[in-house]
């Protein structure tokens, strides 16, 4: 694997929280995230140029866009830093997360 992409459940975040928020805190703490998969490829200039993109975003594209984050995996971390990593995202989840609404990780 070369990345772990998820979903995060906007509804579940505290007020003020997102997606963002979470990707920059877990930046913070050493932790590589960037935002995940693009669901919504028929924006890619490609699709643009020639005419192809729908006349309106699709709800369901745009929401699985707009709410995914992929952690970067690299075969150089050694087990103690994933494990640290993985404790840190756990952190950042449940500091995040609305009390009760959090899914076990």
């Known amino acids: 694997y ?3 992409d998820f979903f995060i459940k906007p509804e579940a975040l505290r007020k003020g929280c997102s997606r963002d ?3 920059e805190r877990a930046n913070q703490l050493g932790v590589p995230c960037v935002a995940g998969k693009s669901s919504e ?4 200039q490609a699709f643009v140029k020639n005419n192809l993109k729908p ?11 707009e709410t ?9 971390f050694t087990e103690v830093e994933i494990r640290a990593m993985a404790k840190s995202v ?3 989840v449940l500091e995040a997360s609305v009390q009760g609404s959090l899914i076990k990780i």
């Open 21 to 23: 928020t979470l990707m």
């Open 90 to 92: 756990h952190d950042i």
């Open 2 to 4: 070369y990345r772990y």
């Open 55 to 65: 006349a309106k975003r699709l709800p369901i594209a745009q929401a699985l866009s």
């Open 41 to 44: 490829i028929y924006l890619e």
């Open 68 to 76: 995914s984050l992929a952690l970067l995996v690299d075969p150089i």
